[in-house]
């Protein structure tokens, strides 16, 4: 009787998909999730590129800065200092100026992430590269943005930094 119990094999078709089903189910729902990351990313990159254009189509005005006496007043100011005094002033006044530009476009960028599914809160500005607006150097505006999206797969969900970058040239008047 024992021999007869094992030789059967009625119903293992039904063990063999009770095996097999879970694993394609996690896989398609990995997909899935893949998916959702990819749209996320376009959706970020669309939102940085936009946030950037816009500033460059109206960065013109801020060129008007480089000949501001404020501007000249600093300038002469930190000259006059004592080299490493005068290096860690040109640290620190950088560091506030990207601190203050990230504040600026952060409202810009998370208006144009109201228009696509993200979650606006999720997103922070990780670096702004700022034109020189003397006249000798890089004419290209850009911010790298950073999105945390939570990706939901079988057995696990964590959180995954998206990162994007947008760069624009700006027109400062000066030879096209």
């Given at each position: 009787?024992?021999?007869?119990?094992?030789?059967?094999?009625?119903?293992?078709?039904?063990?063999?998909?009770?095996?097999?089903?879970?694993?394609?189910?996690?896989?398609?729902?990995?997909?899935?999730?893949?998916?959702?990351?990819?749209?996320?990313?376009?959706?970020?990159?669309h939102a940085a590129a936009e946030?950037?254009?816009?500033?460059?189509?109206?960065?013109?005005?801020?060129?008007?800065?480089?000949?501001?006496?404020?501007?000249?007043?600093?300038?002469?100011?930190?000259?006059?200092?004592?080299?490493?005094?005068?290096?860690?002033?040109?640290?620190?006044?950088?560091?506030?100026?990207?601190?203050?530009?990230?504040?600026?476009?952060?409202?810009?960028?998370?208006?144009?992430?109201?228009?696509?599914?993200?979650?606006?809160s999720q997103v922070s500005i990780?670096?702004?590269?700022?034109?020189?607006?003397?006249?000798?150097?890089?004419?290209?505006?850009?911010?790298?943005?950073?999105?945390?999206?939570?990706?939901?797969?079988?057995?696990?969900?964590?959180?995954?930094?998206?990162?994007?970058?947008?760069?624009?040239?700006?027109?400062?008047?000066?030879?096209?």
């Open positions: 009787m024992a021999g007869k119990f094992w030789s059967r094999t009625d119903g293992s078709m039904t063990v063999e998909a009770a095996i097999v089903m879970p694993i394609v189910i996690s896989l398609l729902l990995l997909f899935m999730s893949f998916a959702q990351s990819l749209a996320a990313q376009l959706a970020m990159r946030t950037v254009k816009e500033v460059a189509a109206h960065a013109y005005v801020l060129t008007f800065i480089r000949d501001s006496a404020l501007l000249n007043r600093i300038t002469e100011m930190t000259d006059s200092l004592p080299a490493p005094l005068r290096e860690l002033v040109h640290a620190q006044g950088e560091q506030w100026t990207e601190e203050a530009w990230k504040a600026a476009l952060l409202p810009l960028l998370r208006s144009h992430m109201e228009r696509t599914s993200l979650n606006p990780r670096s702004v590269a700022v034109p020189d607006w003397q006249g000798s150097g890089s004419r290209m505006f850009g911010i790298q943005v950073v999105y945390t999206h939570r990706l939901h797969v079988p057995f696990f969900s964590r959180d995954v930094e998206l990162n994007v970058q947008a760069y624009e040239r700006i027109w400062t008047g000066e030879g096209g």
